[in-house]
């Protein structure tokens, strides 16, 4: 009898234990308040979201960085570097749709000037200076026999006055003994008329013939240095080495988007890294205001808010948004 109350008792208690384990699973099961009275089965679904949010932000961070230049101890092949260059082109396609010569002209002998005299100046100083000039030197036989003294007078504003009127007086000279009073359709005999080099006669070429040119001023040089698409510092060399990286009937239109950049965002002291359309491709991200915000400060030009370059811009540009420049003693915000 007290040995089958003591069997009884042994069971009572393996029963009671399996109640006890039963209860903690149940427990542990059941779902928790949350402080803010959520349950805990419905905060997967938070984190879940912000799990793939952190997930799609890091592979775009990835992406950029597949895409980035490689460092300098891994040098880029020749087949990844085209590629970069001809997809940075394209992009910048399609920021400056509109890009065009900056200097105001209506035909090849007023943009032979007009790109002779923007040496050492903007285009918008010459742009308000050459109707002017134009307006009582229409042709180059007018410029060729022109008093130096008055053309000086006019051409002031755009610094080294002397040396420009000198160059001006000279090319339409020039043109009425070499070429009948036409400005020639050939790099060879640009270039040998006084005060033109292959820079100037590429603009010609390209903007007033439709002949393909790669125009090679200071800010072409900055930014094919800073993306690293050449080492060269000769213009010859520079335009040479950029020429072989694009097809020929790029070369023009691949000008404007580079120079267009380079006045707009790509500032020699500090470029607008932070919002730059090309900042996954360009080895030189970081050398620039990085902060979305303050690069925003930096832009110049239509991108800025302020007026271009030309006073008379293609219809193309105003459509787009852009504002005319202010003719000469003009306040340029207006």
């Known amino acids: 009898m007290k040995k089958a109350a003591v069997k009884k008792t042994a069971q009572e208690k ?38 793939k949010t952190a997930v799609a932000e890091q592979a775009a961070a990835e992406q950029a960085a597949a895409e980035r230049p490689q460092t300098p101890g891994k040098p880029e092949s020749h087949t990844a570097l085209v590629r970069r260059a001809r997809r940075i082109d394209r992009e910048l396609a399609e920021v400056y749709p509109y890009a065009h010569p900056e200097l105001d002209f209506e035909n090849p002998f007023q943009l032979l000037v007009a790109t002779v005299l923007s040496a050492q100046t903007t285009d918008l100083r010459v742009n308000q200076t050459t109707p002017t000039l134009f307006a009582k030197y229409p042709t180059p036989e007018d410029l060729a026999e022109a008093n130096p003294e008055e053309v000086e007078e006019i051409l002031r504003p755009c610094g080294f006055f002397r040396a420009k009127t000198k160059s001006v007086i000279g090319l ?12 020639p359709g050939r790099l060879d005999d640009l ?37 690293r698409w ?21 070369w023009t239109d691949l000008s404007h988007h580079v120079i267009w950049h380079g006045r707009r965002m790509c500032h020699a002291r500090k470029p607008a890294c932070g919002v730059c359309p090309i900042a996954p491709l360009c080895p030189a991200y970081g050398e620039g205001e990085t902060d979305p915000e303050k690069a925003k400060k930096l832009l110049k030009y239509e991108k800025g808010g302020f007026p271009g370059q030309r006073l008379k811009p293609p219809q193309a540009y105003l459509d787009a948004g852009g504002r005319p420049a202010p003719p000469l003693g003009a306040v340029s915000g207006t």
């Open 14 to 51: 393996a029963v009671a234990k399996k109640t006890v384990q039963k209860k903690a699973v149940t427990k542990k099961a059941a779902p928790a308040k949350t402080a803010a009275g959520q349950t805990a089965s419905k905060r997967p679904a938070a984190k879940r979201a912000a799990s």
């Open 230 to 250: 050449t080492a060269e510092t000769e213009p010859d060399k520079i335009e040479a080495a950029v020429g072989a990286l694009f097809p020929k009937s790029d």
């Open 172 to 183: 339409s000279k020039g043109l009425v003994e070499q070429f009948g009073g036409e400005v």
């Open 191 to 227: 270039v040998k008329l006084p005060g033109v080099g292959r820079k100037t006669a590429f603009v010609v070429l390209g903007n007033a013939f439709g002949r393909p040119g790669i125009t090679v001023d200071t800010h072409f040089q900055r930014l094919v240095r800073r993306w």
